[in-house]
């Protein structure tokens, strides 16, 4: 009885640490609202629409996230090596402000957007979100090549960006 327990157990941990790998967004997620730095409101899929045929890598991201500016380095490097690709920052801050100084003090370029509910963002939620940074690529039909990665120098972004 009791090894049919821990086998259970295991089981259940097993598949509990098991990772989502979503290759499409939810109508949620796409219907999700971020706000552009001049103040525009659109829905994430319109903003994905602006760079269809392109690649694009997301950024989930704060400019109070340690972790987040840990990888800027490794990011700045990917923009240099890949023009070509979309950079698209979309951000928890609390406010369009916080978010152009940090952009401004830490000299990110790419296209920046806020997620005006944070955490609780349908966006968010579809990923899952309990920690940032969170990278995406979305290929050039529209298609997530890699979702949910914490490293902006993974393997996987890597062989996507080629």
């Known amino acids: 009885m009791m090894k049919r327990f821990l086998i259970l157990i295991f089981v259940v941990v097993l598949l509990g640490c098991s990772t989502r790998n979503e290759s499409k967004f939810s ?3 796409l219907n999700d609202i971020v706000f552009s730095l001049n103040g525009d409101q659109l829905a994430i899929q319109e903003v994905l629409e ?6 694009i890598f997301i950024d989930v991201w704060a400019t109070w ?3 987040c500016l840990k990888g800027l380095p490794a990011l700045k490097k990917l923009q240099i090596q ?5 950079f698209l920052f979309l951000s928890i801050d609390d406010s369009i ?6 952009i401004q003090k830490y000299n990110i370029e ?3 957007y806020l997620l005006p509910e944070k955490w609780d963002a349908d966006f968010s939620e579809f990923l ?3 920690w940032i940074p969170r990278y995406l690529i ?9 979702f949910n990665e914490t490293k902006p120098n993974s393997s996987d972004i890597l062989e996507a960006l080629e």
């Open 110 to 112: 790419g296209e920046h």
């Open 50 to 55: 602006k760079y269809k045929g392109k690649k």
């Open 82 to 86: 890949h023009p070509e690709v979309v």
């Open 128 to 130: 899952g979100l309990s």
């Open 27 to 29: 109508e949620k997620a």
């Open 138 to 146: 979305v290929d050039e039909s529209g298609g997530i090549k890699v």
């Open 97 to 102: 402000s916080d978010l152009k100084a940090g």
């Open 65 to 67: 996230c340690g972790d």
